[in-house]
């Protein structure tokens, strides 16, 4: 009978990392660093991904477990809903694990998590991203629990407590910029009448300072939390359940159904299919097991 794993408590020691994880007990190569190009990533990732000469993909596997609609794009990167967009800085950041984006389903926004308590996005920290849910390309909610988990397991020194406020506020470009439609609490999309295709004297950046009239920034310290802020729920199975079961219920995965469903039937039938398939007064619940299905 095979020995459990060992164990050991997060986040981990400052005089480095637990036995056999080390940088010198393992093979490494930084000799081709500089040469890496768009092929040789995904040659790489190809290769890797590939077991018994079969390629195994994370977003079957995720469809499966009905994380995402049985309906999406069959190629991740066709999918809208898969998708972000960032500018250069950030997307670097995304992608390096810096920080993770947490759909809170109670006040219904995407939270921008300053995980590696990186100074540049420190104002960032505990504040709603421009992605209203309402829209029907909004990013699924539950992959943002994927990329969460990999920002957690890339910097496993980092406090594993997160203090966010009760309720998280705009970034403060969205407020400053007018984005924001406060009677609505929506996102303006439309050009306001008059204004010019692109004025040099608005920064168009997220990064912009906070305003004495906005929300303060909440500072991720890993310290106790101040009046009007709480630790932000650990990814435990009910916190999971929620963002898959807001996943579920998302206008965007109603709509990815809708387009991958035919609608040639009659009208009781068009409206049974929509009923058994989207979900109109009831939504059937996510589950982690396959065989559910």
Known sequence: MAAPLPTFQLPLQPNGPPPAYGCNECGSDTTESSESTSRKFRAGINNRDIFLGETRCVWSNLKTRGWIPPKVKDYPQHE????????????????????????????????????????????????????DP??????????????????RGFRPFEPMEQYVPDNPSWQDWILSNGVLDTASDSLKRDKAPGSARYNPHITYDDSLPALETFAPTTANTGDAPSSGQSKLAQLNADVVRDILTATRESESWKACVREGTSWEGTADENTKKYSDRVGVSEVSEPHDDPSAD
């Not at 389903?105 to 990186?118: C, D, G, L, M």
């Open 134 to 151: 309402r829209d029907h390309l909004a990013p699924l909610p539950a992959l943002f629990i994927i990329h969460e988990m990999r920002v």
């Open 80 to 131: 809208p809903r898969n998708g972000v967009l960032m500018c250069a800085n950030h997307c670097a950041g995304f992608n390096e694990y810096l920080f993770f984006i947490r759909y809170i389903p109670e006040v219904r926004k995407y939270v921008f998590i300053n995980f590696s308590n990186t100074k540049d996005y420190e104002e960032l920290h505990g504040k709603a991203v421009a992605l």
